[in-house]
């Protein structure tokens, strides 16, 4: 199996893969080991459980996608420009994940939600703190464009809540039709919802 | 098992509860028997697989949506308040939800779009039909709107579709914070996304 670290690092990448395709409940130990290529003792060596591994997974593709969203609404454009990047990214994401696999995967987060809120605790807790933070991260960009007169809607936070809400339903769409379509107008709606017209960005 | 109907019909209503509570994947046919108390036999004099149960779960929950959203959206009010108290509904049916089991439960089709849409293609396809059959719903009222003026938007079916995605965007945060205040603003970003003021309605 090579490393020690090696097999951590192989049985997460098996394990979100796996999860993006097929959800969690359906997914066994044994399953994830053998498509990682390792020993299925080695798993317990590495997480206590198949929860702690979709807790590691979701803190992993969190960390790399948080990465993404900064570099994108940190940055030093226009607000709505930048509104407008992250759409754009998430489409691509989807796009590619499409074009590799056959099948719009979706959100990882928005699905293990939706599969799994209410059954275990830590795990809704971990994605509870993703969208308040996502969430957030808008809010700052919505109010920026509030402050320049790009945008007028006066709850910042709850605008910025819609647009992350449009954003899962919409990829909720493109999943369930298997159609990267559904993105195409977030643009257009995510203007709407934070009182913006199109010439603005 | 008293008569033969009953049998079936506790099992579907056992699959629904179960189903709405813990997913599809999670659950064994030999539970959703025992939750319905029906001999495990029973059931595949019922139903060809647990598939199948989903299938026919799906479909009456769905004839029963389906009367509730007619009732609102072909009534006589004007169209922008009949889009209200479709929201007003589905955030009543979740809090009653709530009240009953203690969490929200969301929305079975939302739930199951994201658990399975890419595992099952006859659960993929009724869900599809389900909701093209929404927005298409919500479709005619924001036509109805545009008409009369009260709503500006140039794309309706575009539109319509954002509503619905508001809709299942925010249904999920609900669920996943158990929290169903997430359903307090659909109203006003529905607004937003048709291009109306709030006094119209």
């Not at 989807?94 to 074009?99: D, I, K, L, N, T």
């Not at 910025?160 to 107008?185: I, M, P, S």
């Amino acid at each position: 199996m090579g490393r020690t670290s090696d097999g951590r690092e192989r049985i997460l990448a098996a394990g979100r893969r796996l999860m993006e395709q097929r959800g969690y409940s359906a997914l066994g130990v044994a399953e994830i080991c053998q498509a990682a290529g390792a020993p299925k003792g080695s798993f317990y060596y590495f997480f206590d459980s198949k929860e702690a591994l979709a807790l590691a997974v979701i803190a992993e593709e969190w960390a790399e996608q948080r990465r993404a969203w900064a570099a994108i609404l940190e940055g030093p454009d226009a607000p709505l420009r930048k509104l407008r990047a992250l759409f754009d990214s998430t489409a691509a994401t989807q796009r590619s994940g499409q074009s590799s696999c056959g099948t719009v995967s979706g959100c990882l987060f928005g699905n293990l939600s939706l599969e799994l809120s209410n059954q275990a605790e830590p795990i809704r807790l971990a994605l509870q703190d993703i969208f308040t933070e996502q969430a957030e991260m808008v809010r700052t960009v919505v109010e920026e464009a509030v402050a320049r007169g790009d945008a007028l809607v006066a709850d910042a936070a709850g605008a910025a809540r819609a647009v992350v809400a449009q954003l899962e339903g919409q990829v909720l769409f493109a999943k369930l039709y298997n159609d990267t379509g559904h993105l195409d107008a977030l643009w257009t709606h995510c203007l709407a919802l934070v009182g913006a017209q199109a010439q603005a960005a």
